[in-house]
């Protein structure tokens, strides 16, 4: 969320002080998850079915970028993503030996929000990981989901101003509310010095990430497409349209995926990969 109607739509009521929602708290969660994708243990599924793996469900709001308590500037809500990326590795390295010997590799990746989160937490895992005590550095490597978001200005023919300010707008408003400066990388930092909400958006922020990953970014991204065009395609023309309008976005952008880069930046270092499915 990046403002307090949006915050409040997902608390939903509030119970003896705390969020309801399912978006903005873990108490109506079943205590058991099926899940399925990279998760399945079913050699047939999975590229990894003997992997041991950890699901960190979301609930902070902040594409587990925030690090600011409850105030008057956040509107009495909690922004605690990167605590709970710490909690969780904490969890991993304390109870269950990740990093305590040699050979060990962590692919740390996530969906839409949680894919952002990832963008902006990888470069920062093996210092928290040497925090919680790894006796041996694991090898890290990214996964980030759908985190690509692009700086476009919506069709304001389509809806109202005040139905969707944009993606740019956006990540401007939910940075300063839920104080993400703490995720915003050195040299990112350093080329936005005026703007660094541009380090928590995709366009702007994956260029920079050094960590090794494979970046999933559809070309025909539907959140983005709803919330830029203000409807899904409907008719087979709309489709048409719709997917070459996108196609367009995406892979342009893609191609000049380091021009934000500063020149001093060890390109040549990182391996990257990056799929581009259009449907």
Known sequence: CNDKTSCQQRCG??????????????AAWPPVASMAGLFS???????????????????????HMGNRNASAASFDFNFHGQRTVRAALSIL??????GSKPGHTLLFGGGS?????????????????ADMGAASAPRVLGFPDSPYWIDLVPDRAAFPPDRFIGFAKQTQEI???ANISGRASTECAASFPTEPWKCALGVYRMPFVKTPYMMVASQ?????????LGHMPV????????????????CRNLATHTSHAPSGMPKSSRTTRTATPAC
């Open 113 to 129: 929000a949680g894919g952002r989160g990832a963008m902006v937490n990888l470069d920062f895992l093996p210092g928290l990981l």
């Open 175 to 177: 940075f300063a509310l």
């Open 13 to 26: 009521a509030r119970i003896q002080g705390r969020c309801s929602g399912a978006l903005a708290s873990s």
């Open 41 to 63: 243990t079913s050699p047939a599924k999975t590229p990894l079915p003997g992997a041991n793996k950890a699901y960190l469900r979301y609930c902070t709001g902040d594409a």
């Open 93 to 98: 390295v304390k109870e269950h030996g990740l």
């Open 235 to 250: 008719t087979l023309q709309e489709f048409a349209c719709a997917q070459c309008f996108c196609i367009l976005r995406i």
């Open 220 to 228: 025909s991204d539907a959140f983005q497409l709803f919330e830029d």
